[in-house]
């Protein structure tokens, strides 16, 4: 039961981070050649001098408008580095990550 419990829910999360028509693995592609890795983390995790941006909630539009002109840190990636499309493909690849696990299931983190 747990097994095919497994296996629907990866079916689901498969099914939930595909972008119509847009391709994760050149999005990962594109993510590491551009360096996104290099503040976001290769699972797009985050770190000290990025956001986590795996399974972002944000949709195509709103990611690419943020990409396109940043309100934090984050350099402008203009459509002369990367066009729509390439963005859109990154989108595909963030949502194709693994959601997070929840806090509540890390038991380092809920230690008194």
């Not at 000290?48 to 943020?66: C, D, K, M, P, S």
């Not at 990550?97 to 230690?111: F, S």
Request: hydrophobic residues 40%.
């Amino acid at each position: 039961m747990k097994t095919l419990l497994l296996v629907l829910f990866l079916m689901s999360a498969l099914g939930f981070a595909q972008v119509k028509g847009r391709n994760a693995q050149e999005g990962k592609r594109i993510f590491t050649v551009n360096g996104c890795y290099q503040c976001h983390g290769y699972m797009g995790q985050g770190g000290a001098a990025g956001a986590r941006i795996g399974r972002t909630a944000l949709n195509l539009a709103a990611f690419q408008r943020y990409v396109r002109q940043p309100t934090a840190n984050m350099p402008p990636y203009t459509a002369r580095v990367m066009s729509d499309e390439q963005l859109a493909d990154v989108y595909a690849y963030l949502q194709s990550l693994p959601a997070p696990t929840p806090r509540k299931d890390i038991p380092l983190l809920n230690e008194n």
